[in-house]
């Protein structure tokens, strides 16, 4: 099946009841998304339409509800997210000859491939691959066997075309997304090649979208937003005065997610006033200054809010087993729900990380040196610092950039 092709109505539900069955979905998917598919199916019948297009399912949905499945900002009840769902699987399955997942979360490896991902990883790690790289290569491949395993094509097998219609199906992504997903398999690519598992390399047939340092303009906080956010807060809790230590390192130093949520005792010296971790991103080490309004949130916490736990990490989970946060996303999550609960809207901002671009957008409208601004976010490149403050654009073109003039599009 291919997209531009009509497929009869009777191919489509043959071929999402056997997807349904592929995926090994539990009872109670299997019968939803058949409930769906019998509906779908009498609703052609009782139309006359006997093939299935690109249009087929917008129009279903249109019909029966009144409303434009394409528009992302629709608000749906459960029976409609029902139904949505189930002409993704026929969209899916129309477009690419299999069922996509719609959350990289329900992806699980083939077990062809959980060997072959974990040496490949571990190879990534030896060469000095810090643990959120790893995530992003697990969570980007384990989308890519699976799209292998819906076509029933073999790694030894895998031409050119064969990545062409992968990249084909990231089509919902943005184009810097689906960069991450070109660089991902270029490397895994070399590496499968290189260790003899393929005879070919096939990383120079990875499509790459370019990416331009100007196109996306990042969402930041206004400084009344940021007020509304850290007041929300409960600081009467533990969790409330642990999410508020955590914000407060992002709102006033900047600090990554995923360093916050793994910072360590060890990382405070109290005595010097300092904070000085390893990036995991970049694996460098950097130092930032432990103001006071932190260190007494920290401290708050400490004493009144963290519960007993065997983790060297400063902040914990408030669920058993009480240790380390096990992703970054946690403080992204935190940050969603105090934004709900103060009235505060998502718009395309980052969450966490779009407080990393708010801070360094207002040191530079505030005239701080771009060097300054580099070494407080941990960057060794201001070039890439600059795509942290290309939101206040007439302040830096002001910037006296310490690599040259005339680095910064105009």
Known sequence: MSAGNQVSISQMIDAAHLELLRLGYKYSSLSRHNKELREFS??????????????????????????????????????????????????DIYQFGFAQRHSHHDYNVPPEYVGLLDEYLEHCRRKGGSEGTSRVKRTKLRQFFCFLDGRRISLSNLTSSDISDFMTTLCRYHRATIHVFSSVLRDFFRYVQESGIIETDLSSTVPRPKIYVEEAIPETWTP?????????????????KRDYAMLLLAVI????????????????????????????????????PLLPVIGDAIIDYLKNGRLESESDCVFI????????????????????RYMSQGGLTRKKRKLAHSLRHTLASNLLRDGTPLMTISNILGHHNPRTTAGYTKVDLPALRKCALSYGKGEVAQ
């Open 317 to 336: 989970r408030h669920i058993y087993p009480y240790g380390e946060f096990q992703s970054s996303t946690a403080l992204s999550e935190s940050i969603k």
């Open 253 to 288: 130093l900047g600090m990554r997610a995923g360093d916050i949520c793994t910072l360590k005792f060890k990382d405070i010296d109290w005595h010097q006033k300092l904070i000085t971790y390893i990036q995991q991103k970049t694996r460098k080490v950097n130092t930032l």
């Open 42 to 91: 009498d609703y052609c019948e009782e139309n006359m339409i006997q093939q299935y297009d690109s249009e087929t399912g917008i129009v279903y949905f249109s019909n029966r509800y009144g409303l434009d499945i394409t528009d992302a900002e629709l608000r749906l009840s459960k029976q409609q997210l029902d139904t949505r769902c189930t002409v993704r699987l026929l969209d």
């Open 224 to 240: 009344e937003e940021v007020h509304q956010l850290l007041a929300t807060i409960d600081r009467n809790n533990a969790i409330g």
